[in-house]
Nanobody, 119 residues
């Protein structure tokens, strides 16, 4: 079955950096686009970044563009999120999600999340 396990979260001061990882198993990773989402307390999920299945294209909302970088290693079945210049408003539970290239726009499989606290 599909399994996504995030790691790398923690407590960091404003202006600091963290690198999140998401290890995937149970499916053909290279056939899936990947996304990172986050959810702050009392708010709904917010899309943070996307990367295509082959890693050639990446996308970001304005809120993180220029500070966050998504990447993937298909040989290691892992997607990463490098977060720089962190702000207090980046505090949230961060999730990775997988979407099959066969079903565009549907990201049905999510991990359990990793907490990022900027303070």
């Amino acid at each position: 079955h599909v399994q996504l396990v995030e790691s790398g979260g923690g407590l960091v001061q404003p202006g600091g950096s963290l690198r999140l990882s998401c290890a995937a198993s149970g499916f053909t990773f290279s056939n899936y686009h990947m996304r990172w989402y986050r959810q702050a307390p009392g708010k709904g999920p917010e899309w943070v970044s996307s990367i295509t299945s082959d890693g050639t294209n990446t996308y970001y909302p304005d809120s993180v563009k220029g500070r966050f970088t998504i990447s993937r290693d298909n040989a290691k079945n892992t997607v990463y999120l490098q977060m720089n210049s962190l702000k207090s408003e980046d505090t949230a539970l961060y999730y990775c999600a997988a979407g099959s290239v066969q079903v565009p726009g549907v990201y049905a499989d999510w991990g359990q999340g990793t907490q990022v606290t900027v303070s």
